[in-house]
């Protein structure tokens, strides 16, 4: 076996589990990481979220009220968090039917290994599980061909791409606006 078949195998045996407050010290790893590796993909800074503590994050993994649209999902190369994606809604009474997805983090080591796609197919279960849930959205660098590619295989489509989203130094980039309906 070659060692690229050996890693796709690795990956479909890939453990992938919600994330809890035991886990925040590797999330916060694997998000400093990729916010200074890939400035262009998301919107938060990387040099301002290097100073939050890692307990900073633990609302993402769930909330006080215990909202089941409010949860991280985590994938598993050994005991290193290899992957990462959220899901979360608004609070308010008449959005809280749309889910939104945010945070979608794979090593660069570990892409290409369907990592990516099987915590996305495992976040859409969760989130249709949750009965309110009607839709989740998402946002992607419109230059990000491999991930669009990956959100669309999964039955996204664009339905708006908003210029000059980001400005890292003196670079914009656009971010296109993600939808999949899940009734």
């Known amino acids: 076996m070659s060692f690229a078949s050996f890693k796709r195998a690795m990956a479909l ?3 992938i589990r919600q994330l809890g407050a035991v886990d925040a010290v590797a999330y916060k790893a694997l998000r400093d ?4 590796r890939f400035p262009d993909a ?3 800074d990387a040099q301002a979220d290097l100073a939050k503590p890692a307990a900073s994050y633990l ?3 769930s909330n006080r009220d215990g909202d089941p649209a409010r949860f991280t999902l985590g994938a598993w190369l050994g005991e290193r968090l290899a992957g990462a994606i959220s899901c979360e809604r608004d609070e308010r009474l008449k ?3 749309i889910g939104h997805i945010i945070g979608m983090m794979v090593r ?3 892409q290409g290994q369907g990592i990516g796609r099987a915590l996305l197919r495992e976040c859409i279960a969760q989130a249709r599980a949750v009965r309110e849930i009607e839709m989740l959205t998402l946002s992607v660098t419109s230059s990000n061909v491999s991930a669009i590619g990956m959100y669309e295989g999964c039955g996204f489509i664009r339905y708006a791409r908003l210029p000059r989203a980001i400005k890292v130094g003196d670079t ?3 971010k296109d606006q993600m939808v999949l309906n899940l009734q």
Do not use: G, K, N
């Not at 990481?33 to 200074?36: D, I, T, V």
């Open 13 to 15: 045996e890939l453990p």
């Open 33 to 36: 990481e990729m916010l200074a």
């Open 42 to 44: 998301f919107t938060s």
């Open 59 to 61: 609302s993402r993994f």
């Open 95 to 97: 959005v809280r039917h």
């Open 108 to 110: 660069p080591e570990a």
């Open 172 to 174: 914009y980039f656009d």
